[in-house]
């Protein structure tokens, strides 16, 4: 999408906000990436539930624990969420902008996911490889 797309798209959020109308949305993860993520299996159990109907961390939030909840425009992790600006796809990898935040700080941060499967990705939360984790997809 060019930039004079994207502002055109910007400024009819802009104006159907001004009138009104709902609000626009941020670009969406796809629909492969959502739901429960951690580094092996039996962790899942362990670390997410359901609560009338999304999954969420299972209390108390184990903070240090590597996982992920992924859904359409956001990433939560067990200590800190980002929302979803805008995606874009390389081959096998994603790469995302979003504004994430944790108990002390508000940034903007360039994601990365490399999918290896239905089931596995490499989360990177800079691009970063010496920063790459291995999630297994849950089965919840």
């Known amino acids: 999408m060019g930039r004079g797309s994207r502002l055109a798209i910007a400024a009819a959020c802009v104006g159907g906000a001004l009138a ?3 609000a626009c949305f941020a670009d969406a ?3 492969g990436l959502l739901g429960a993520w951690t580094t092996n299996l039996p962790d899942c ?6 609560r009338n109907g999304p999954l969420v961390f299972r209390q108390p939030v184990d903070k240090f624990a590597q996982a992920a909840i992924i859904q359409p425009q956001t990433i939560y992790m067990p200590a800190s969420s980002c929302h979803v600006r805008q995606v874009s796809r390389a ?5 995302i902008s979003a504004d994430c935040q944790d108990s002390i700080s508000y940034t903007s941060q360039s994601l990365q996911i490399k999918v290896r499967s239905n089931s596995e990705i490499v989360y990177s939360p800079t691009g970063d490889p010496t920063l790459d984790t291995t999630f297994i997809k849950c089965p919840l």
Not at 45 to 50: C, G, Q, S, Y
Not at 91 to 95: M, R
């Open 91 to 95: 081959k096998d990898v994603i790469k």
């Open 20 to 22: 009104g109308a709902p």
């Open 45 to 50: 159990k362990r670390l997410f539930v359901r």
């Open 29 to 31: 993860l796809e629909s």
